[in-house]
Structure formats: structure tokens, C-alpha cells
């Protein structure tokens, strides 16, 4: 086995060219050796190792060759049992998905929270009809006329972002 350095990829087809595959470009010995491997991610891993990256590669064969682990020199910060999946572009983390032991599940930091939105937004109008019923009938009482209220939290709603 031997270690070489990112330098490029593209999509290729596999070294049967039956399908579609990430192929690196890797540093092995010196600038000039950059020989093309196959890289294999785990399954349900749609990842390309940024450049610079540190890469595993295995020789399966004569002329085949795949990177099967890879290094991006960030530091790591999980605990055992933990797990961080991120983006990140010239070796600072952009975007990232932390899940903790604890069953938390981060995303992007944690100063602040989820919520259901659509159990959040029924429980509050259920909340506005009681109340605007008995505003309703205190105003009736001493001659007046309640003309109700509703809050709209339409905003608040995150699309790209669901929960159980």
C-alpha cells in the first residue's frame, strides 16, 4: 500500500467501464509522478477529498489501482461514538451535520433549536380560537365588539430542513 497527495479528479468510468466513479488524480513519489486512481467511499459517502487531501491507495491490480481512505489534515473534535460529515473548502469546515452520543443531532452549531413546526402552529391556533372565543364573549358582555387576532408563523417555516 502506498500514500500519495490529491491533486485533481474528475468522473471517469470504473476499470471495467461499466460505471460512473470519482478518479483522483494523486502526488505519489514526486511533482511529476500524478497517476490516476479509482476512489472507493463507503456506501451512501457522495464525496470528492478536497485537494492537498492524504489518500490510501491499495494496487488491485497491474494497472489498477483505488484510494480506499483519505485524510484532509482538519482536525478531528468527535468523541468516540460520534460522528461529524462536513464541506469545507481549503481546509476550513463550511457546512457540517454532527451527530452525538447523546442522540443530538447538530447542524451548522447549537444555538438554537428545531422545532415541529406543524404541531407548533396547530397547538397556537387552537390557543387563538379559544382565546379569541372567550375575548369574544367578554367583549359582548359589557357592549363591545372583539374583532379577533391571528399570528401568522408561515416564516419561521424551514422547507429544506425536516423532522420526525
Do not use: C, H
Request: overall charge negative.
Amino acid at each position: 500500500m502506498t500514500t500519495g497527495i490529491v491533486t485533481g479528479y474528475e468522473i471517469g468510468k470504473n476499470k471495467t467501464g461499466t460505471k460512473d466513479v470519482v478518479l483522483l488524480q494523486v502526488r505519489i513519489t514526486d511533482k511529476t509522478d500524478i497517476q490516476t486512481v479509482e476512489l472507493m467511499n463507503n456506501p451512501g459517502d457522495d464525496s470528492v477529498p478536497a485537494l492537498d487531501s492524504r489518500v490510501a491507495i491499495l494496487e488491485v491490480g497491474p494497472a489498477w489501482k483505488i484510494g480506499i481512505a483519505v485524510s484532509d489534515n482538519i482536525t478531528p473534535i468527535m468523541q468516540d461514538g460520534e460522528k461529524r460529515i462536513y464541506s469545507q473548502d481549503s481546509g476550513v469546515v463550511k457546512a457540517f451535520v454532527a451527530m452525538l452520543k447523546s442522540g443530538i443531532i447538530e447542524i451548522n452549531g447549537n444555538t438554537d433549536f428545531a422545532v415541529r413546526f406543524n404541531a407548533l402552529n396547530t397547538a397556537l391556533q387552537a390557543f387563538l380560537t379559544d382565546l379569541n372565543t372567550k375575548l369574544g364573549i367578554a367583549f359582548t358582555a359589557v357592549g363591545g365588539t372583539w374583532p379577533g387576532t391571528s399570528v401568522d408563523i408561515s416564516g419561521a417555516k424551514i422547507d429544506e430542513v425536516k423532522v420526525k
